[in-house]
T-cell receptor, first 115, second 114 residues
Framework: AQSVTQLGSHVSVSEGALVLLRCNYS??????LFWYVQYPNQGLQLLLK??????LVKGINGFEAEFKKSETSFHLTKPSAHMSDAAEYFC?????????????FGQGTRLTINP | GAGVSQSPSNKVTEKGKDVELRCDPI?????LYWYRQSLGQGLEFLIY????????KSGLPSDRFSAERTGGSVSTLTIQRTQQEDSAVYLC????????????FGPGTRLTVL
């Protein structure tokens, strides 16, 4: 069965610093991987997704993630943090059940930006 | 176009009462999902609808939980005889296709059971 582990439930960085949120997955088949962001009192919004094309995926708001099969990782990065990046971030792996997509989410990482 | 909408945004109820949560998916999306987001539990899959196929109910935590989707569009999640452990944010998502498409999430309904 597919699973996702996000290392670090809370990450705090200074404004302008590098953001690195870690995600490792377990999958018996080539995975589809997603990063979602959740701002307070809102639903989840897609940041980016990996669907077996380019291993370096660029998303919205300056975020990107690199799929590394050898490390079973899909870490999310942003070169320079902005105050508006403060939110909770979820990594997810997609499984196919009877032809239908089902997402398995990590526990989430809360990102805090210090001024 | 409009995104996924959910109502109510907040619901406070007493233990033992029934509640209904509504989800309006994006027009034309054939797949609809319900998730539960609890503190310390992350996002938990509840139920999935795809077109006219039988729903995948494998994530429903107990028989107090049920959902229906009328006309392939609006969905209602019903929780009977609510318990305090049902307190959570219930999220709905819709998707246009099957495999690599993106699930679009609504803002959620925050349920508090007193």
């Amino acid at each position: 069965a597919q699973s996702v582990t996000q290392l670090g439930s809370h990450v705090s960085v200074s404004e302008g610093a590098l953001v690195l949120l870690r995600c490792n997955y377990s999958s018996s088949v080539p995975p589809y991987l997603f990063w979602y962001v959740q701002y307070p009192n809102q639903g989840l919004q897609l940041l980016l997704k990996y669907t077996s094309a380019a291993t370096l995926v660029k998303g919205i708001n300056g975020f990107e993630a690199e799929f590394k099969k050898s490390e079973t990782s899909f870490h999310l990065t942003k070169p320079s943090a902005h105050m508006s990046d403060a939110a909770e971030y979820f990594c997810a792996v997609s499984t196919l059940i009877q032809g239908a997509q089902k997402l398995v989410f990590g526990q989430g990482t809360r990102l805090t930006i210090n001024p | 176009g409009a995104g996924v909408s959910q109502s109510p945004s907040n619901k406070v109820t007493e233990k033992g009462k029934d509640v209904e949560l509504r989800c309006d998916p994006i027009s034309g999306h054939t797949a609809l999902y319900w998730y539960r987001q609890s503190l310390g539990q992350g996002l938990e899959f509840l139920i999935y609808f795809q077109g006219n196929s039988a729903p995948d109910k494998s994530g429903l935590p107990s028989d107090r939980f049920s959902a229906e989707r009328t006309g392939g569009s609006v969905s209602t999640l019903t929780i009977q005889r609510t318990q305090q452990e049902d307190s959570a944010v219930y999220l709905c998502a819709s998707l246009s296709g099957y495999t690599t498409d993106t699930q679009y999430f609504g803002p959620g309904t925050r349920l508090t059971v007193l």
